[in-house]
């Protein structure tokens, strides 16, 4: 079973916004840190963003005060509001929930399904 549910990717222009959400189930969401990977076509995945100890923020220099992560307490949902989207955004964003996030991914952790983010050029 799927235990971790995104939505809200889709195609928007440059400079526009989107906000995904990650859906966990109430032990995991209560219990573990959460953060958004990326992969874009041909590179490697990256870390975008972390919401660690259920309030503290980390985010990838190219993203910083573009990108906001945060948590619905009351959907058991995490979010990513994105803006002033650009062409390199473009990739499948993935969720995640761990013990901790590092780069290569999750420590004990889940993943989301992905979802397609597509910024027109």
């Known amino acids: 079973q799927v235990q971790l549910v995104e939505s809200g990717g889709g195609l928007v222009q440059v400079g526009g916004s989107l906000r995904l959400s990650c859906v966990a189930p109430?032990?995991?969401?209560?219990?573990?840190?959460f953060g958004w990977y990326r992969q874009a076509p041909g590179k490697q995945r990256e870390l975008v963003a972390t919401?660690?100890?259920?309030?503290?923020?980390n985010y990838k220099d190219s993203v910083e005060g573009r990108f906001t992560i945060s948590r619905a307490n009351n959907k058991n949902s995490v979010d990513l509001q994105m803006t002033s989207l650009q062409p390199e955004d473009t990739a499948v964003y993935y969720c995640?929930?761990?013990?901790?996030?590092?780069?290569?991914?999750?420590?004990?952790?889940?993943w989301g399904q992905g979802t397609q983010v597509t910024v027109s050029s």
């Open positions: 995640a929930a761990g013990l901790h996030l590092v780069a290569a991914g999750p420590v004990r952790g889940f």
């Open positions: 109430s032990n995991i969401f209560r219990t573990y840190s």
């Open positions: 919401l660690t100890g259920g309030r503290f923020t």
